[in-house]
Structures are given as structure tokens and as C-alpha cells.
């Protein structure tokens, strides 16, 4: 039961929907079921469960009262029919895709992508004899060749890290779909407050939870949305019998109480990201930045059309390169040195000292990765302290 209506405002369902209080006693928050199996009246309602032919809980690998309120609340904030939350956001990339394919399918992907995203692709999904074509996906006509009666599932993320392409969520989905494929995007960065990708045409959207939705850096989870019974599918193949990457009633709450606050830690985040940019943008430390929100990002005009605002994520590249990174790095006070993203702490990561330092400089430079690329989180701090910080960060760098 919900006291709420799917019609009402974002913030209003992020709060509400899909749970009453007057089910549970007039608790106001949802209570974590920690619980694995739950008891049947008798064996044929047991036998009645197993069949689908009644609704209720089996066993939580499969489904959990509290997990299923941050399922109803996520289908609607994303514009969806259903939702499945997963253990991770890998846990939902893998769980969605081993469902989708099997062996000799092929995947057309966006050439940047998450660094685990890629290794399944590349990897894992290889080994099991699905074939991945990377491609330049800001150019949307590049599908075109690419997909043949063999491709299923066309998957990226916008905007994509480090350099912030955005990819056009519209006409990729509309090329695809003209073929038969399904598009997947990862919306993590954006969250459904700033884009939602089922509405621009999209069939299913794979989040990392542990980034804004959960927004406060205490859990990992991911989820899939789109069609309900694609996601059916995927709890009861690819969650219950592949992957096993079913979340904790203990995230799930945690993730229920990070979504009340998304759409307010939203317009902070890309407040806060806005100013941070333009300051980044006029410093003469500073060969480039990468942000949505500028005037000077190639996709200016496609991120006001499909994204709300411009977020909380930039990357930025200094003049003076690996040594210019390494040294800004290590100037940051308030700002942490960490990977992930979405916290209420500022996080900044350099990826050729950091999570692309097992690459050759030559490597780095193939997969648009330059030397003194740092990649930051704008977190949720007084911006003025961030500014602050950065800019004594830049006063201690190389120029070029
Ligand atoms: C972090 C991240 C993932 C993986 O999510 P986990 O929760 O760490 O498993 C996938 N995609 C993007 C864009 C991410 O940032």
C-alpha cells in the first residue's frame, strides 16, 4: 500500500511512495526486514508463491519488504515500470546483461566507460563468447555500421568519464530501437532528478546506488529500471540464479534515506559544481575544464535538452601535466583523495597517479586520458571553502 500518488512531484515520491505507516504500526520510516526466508501459512500457499500465482516474499535473494520500497520508489522516479536493486552497480550491469545475451550476441558500447564496466565487456562477457564493438558513440550516425542481426543491446553512460562527453540519449535509443536493439544506460552521474533516459527513449537505465542515490559514501548497491517484465526476468534469472547480487535490507533503508534528500543535494551539487567550473575555467593553472554547465563544453546545448542541470562532476586539466597533478593532489586540504563520486565530502582523483596508473603514458593517451586530468566530486561543502582550497591547490603547481 502507498499513501502517495505516482503523479506527484519528484521529491514528494522520493519521500513516499510505495510505503504507508499505517501498515507498520504508524512507523514513519520503513522498517529493515532482516529476515532471509519468510514463513508460509500452509504448503499450498507456499506452492502458490513459487508459482508466481500469489504475491509475497520466498526467500530475500529474490525480494525483501524494505528492498522493495526503494524498488517502487526508484521505477518512478526513473519514469519506469519496475525496478530491481542490486548488491552493487556491477551487480546490476551484470545481473541485467547476462540476462539480456548469451553467447555469439553482440554489444555495441560507448568507448568511454567505467573501468569495471569495461573489463566485463571486455573480458568477462568475451569469455563467454559475447563480442563487444567500443565506438565513438557522441556521434550518433556511428551506430549505423555497426549494428547487424547480431547486436542486442547498445550500452553507455552520459555524461561519460573522465572528459564529460555526453551522448545523445534520443537519437542513440531511436537509432536502435529502428533495429530491434535495446538501449541500456548508466545513469549514475546524472541521477533520474537531473536525466531520465526511459523517457528520451532509453529501455533500461543500471545505476550505482553507492554514488548519489545512496549520497552519503556508507554502502554500495546498484539497480536496474525499466519494463517490468524485463525485470522480472532479470531478479528471477539473472539476480536469483547468476549473479546471487541481491542487496541487504540494511543497504536498501540506507539507500531509501539517501533518496529523500536527492533532489535538494542535486541543486547543491551543480550549484556548487557551476561555480567551481567557471573559477576553474579562468585560472591560468588550468589548460582545460571539462563541465556540462560551460559554454565552452562541446554538448552545451545538448546538456540543457536533456539534462535538468549540469551536475556535480568535473574534470579539469592542468597546464603543467603528471607532475603538475601529482603536486595539485597533494596540496588539497579540505578536498579528500578518493575514487567514487556523489558524497557530501568534495572528492578529487587523478587518474594517471590513481586508477589508470597501471597504463603506459601511451595507453592513457589512447583512451583520452591526459597527464594531468583530475577528475572531481563536488561534494556538499560551504563552496566558498572549496574555492578556497582549490585555489591555493593550483597556486602550488607547475605551470606549463
Ligand atoms: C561506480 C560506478 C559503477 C559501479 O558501481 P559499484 O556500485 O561500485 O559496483 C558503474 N558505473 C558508474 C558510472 C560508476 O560510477
Known sequence: MSASDPKQGFATRAIHLGYDPHDYHGALIP??????????????????????????????????????????????????????????????????????????????????????????????????????????????????????????????????????????????????????????????????????PLELGADLVVHSATKYLGGHGDLIAGAVVGAKERIEAMRFFGVKEMTGASISAMDAFLVLRGLKTLELRMERHSASAQAIARMLEAHPAVARVHYPGLDSHPQAALARRQMRLPGGMIALELM?????????????????????????????????????????????????????LVRLSIGLETVDDLLADLDQALGGVPPA
Open 31 to 196: 522498517p529493515v526486514f532482516m529476515t532471509s526466508t519468510f514463513a508460509f501459512q500452509d504448503i499450498a500457499q507456499g506452492q502458490r508463491r513459487f508459482l508466481g500465482e500469489e504475491a509475497g516474499y520466498i526467500y530475500s535473494r529474490v525480494g525483501n519488504p524494505t528492498v522493495s520500497v526503494l524498488e517502487a520508489r526508484l521505477a518512478s522516479l526513473e519514469g519506469g515500470e519496475a525496478a530491481l536493486a542490486t548488491a552493487s552497480g556491477m551487480g546490476a550491469i551484470t545481473s541485467a546483461l547476462w540476462t539480456l545475451l548469451q553467447a555469439g550476441d553482440v554489444i555495441v558500447a560507448d568507448q568511454t566507460l567505467y573501468g569495471c564496466t569495461y573489463a566485463f565487456f571486455q573480458h568477462g562477457l568475451a569469455r563467454l563468447g559475447v563480442e563487444t564493438r567500443f565506438a565513438d558513440l557522441t556521434d550518433p550516425s556511428r551506430l549505423d555500421g555497426l549494428l547487424d542481426e547480431r547486436v542486442r543491446v547498445v550500452f553507455f553512460e552520459s555524461p561519460a568519464n573522465p572528459n564529460m562527453r555526453l551522448i545523445d540519449i534520443a537519437a542513440v535509443s531511436e537509432r536502435a530501437r529502428r533495429r530491434g536493439v535495446l538501449t541500456v544506460v548508466d545513469n549514475t552521474y546524472c541521477t533520474p532528478y537531473l536525466q531520465r
Open 320 to 372: 603543467g601535466g603528471y607532475d603538475a597533478g601529482v603536486r595539485f593532489m597533494d596540496a588539497l586540504r579540505l578536498v579528500t583523495r578518493a575514487v567514487s563520486l556523489g558524497d557530501c565530502e568534495t572528492l578529487a582523483q587523478h587518474p594517471a597517479s590513481m586508477t589508470h596508473s597501471t597504463y603506459t603514458p601511451e595507453e592513457r593517451q589512447r583512451h583520452g586520458i591526459a597527464e594531468g
